[in-house]
């Protein structure tokens, strides 16, 4: 069974980075094909596709937010994190990590989420 | 301004047929690209209802299917039951943005 877990600071204050750590289980990040992608959602709003890591560390982001985003992975901990410099109020939303199964193109599962307020 | 676009509400009686729809273009759905589809239930994380344009996941019922036609695809509800009450993403990659895209949602009222 494949669980995943997002962790990290609810409250950021604008101009601060983020970091959020996912952690799971049931797969290993290590096997190919694989990969953990970031999705988040505004209160009330759509979701939005950030970054994705695969097996290989080949790195994707979204061009929109590619300027601000990093995301890594530490194999033997069965995490990886994604942070977000100089964050503003309108980045508050809940962030989702996501298993990416073998070469597919889906998410599947994903993780609670966790929502993450901007504000001074 | 989502790359896919969805109708932002539908609804139904129970018992009825639903379907909503995701339009997309030539540098996602249109290039050949599958489309998967979410369900998102109040308060919760999203859950993968649809995968690879028409493929059900374990444990989804078979109420629930999908198609996909040129730029576009649909996710399709038959026998409307209260607990499909929800929001319903639908979600591609696009060759221009280099990544993955999701439309703006929709929210299926069960009337």
């Known amino acids: 069974q494949i669980t995943l877990k997002e962790s990290g600071p609810t409250l950021v204050k604008p101009t601060q980075t983020l970091t959020l750590t996912c952690t799971f289980s049931?797969?290993?990040?290590?096997?190919?094909?694989?990969?953990v992608g970031w999705i988040r959602q505004p209160p009330g709003k759509a979701l939005e596709w950030l970054a994705l890591?695969?097996?290989?560390?080949?790195?994707r982001y979204s061009p929109s937010l590619k300027s601000r985003l990093t995301i890594t992975k530490d194999t033997s901990k069965n995490q990886v994190v994604l942070t977000v410099t100089n964050m503003d109020p309108v980045d508050t939303a809940t962030y989702y990590c996501?298993?990416?199964?073998?070469?597919?193109?889906?998410?599947?599962?994903w993780g609670q989420g966790t929502l993450v307020t901007v504000s001074s | 301004q989502s790359v896919l676009t969805q109708p932002p509400s539908v609804s139904g009686a129970p018992g009825q047929r639903v379907t909503i729809s995701c339009t997309g273009s030539?540098?996602?759905?249109?290039?050949?690209?599958?489309v998967h589809w979410y369900q998102q239930l109040p308060g919760t994380a999203p859950k993968l209802l649809i995968y690879?344009?028409?493929n059900r996941p374990s444990g989804i019922p078979d109420r629930f299917s999908g198609s996909k036609s040129g730029t576009s695809a649909s996710l399709a509800i038959t026998g409307l039951q209260a607990e499909d009450e929800a929001d319903y993403y639908c979600?591609?990659?696009?060759?221009?943005?280099?990544?993955?895209?999701f439309g703006g949602g929709t929210k299926l009222t069960v009337l």
């Open positions: 996501a298993h990416r199964p073998y070469n597919s193109g889906w998410f599947d599962p």
């Open positions: 049931g797969f290993s990040l290590s096997t190919s094909g694989v990969g």
């Open positions: 890591i695969y097996w290989d560390d080949d790195k």
């Open positions: 030539s540098s996602n759905i249109g290039a050949g690209y599958d």
């Open positions: 690879g344009n028409i």
């Open positions: 979600q591609s990659y696009d060759s221009s943005l280099s990544g993955w895209v």
